[in-house]
């Protein structure tokens, strides 16, 4: 019964600047749930330095995408 549906990673808003962002790639800081973006900045601010990592990098969702999401939710809830 269980229907193999596609495993699409979650995409959440970020409370911080109200841009959506995969879940898996959400990361807290200082209490704060943000997104990469948000991450980015803060944690630059925070150290004083430049953030050289590109782990942050890699795409990001659109508001399309998250509002298909949350269009798709009231369709598959038998
Ligand atoms: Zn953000």
Do not use: F
């Not at 495993?7 to 200082?30: A, F």
């Not at 803060?42 to 990592?53: F, H, I, S, T």
């Amino acid at each position: 019964m269980a229907k193999h549906t596609e495993q699409k990673e979650k995409i959440v808003i970020c409370k911080e600047c109200q841009k959506p962002e995969y879940w898996g790639t959400m990361r807290w800081l200082e209490g704060r749930c943000l997104c990469r973006r948000c991450y980015r900045a803060r944690w630059e601010r925070l150290n004083q330095r430049e953030y050289k990592w590109d782990d942050l990098d890699g795409p990001r969702p659109t508001m399309e995408e998250y509002q298909e999401q949350e269009a798709g939710k009231c369709v598959n809830t038998n």
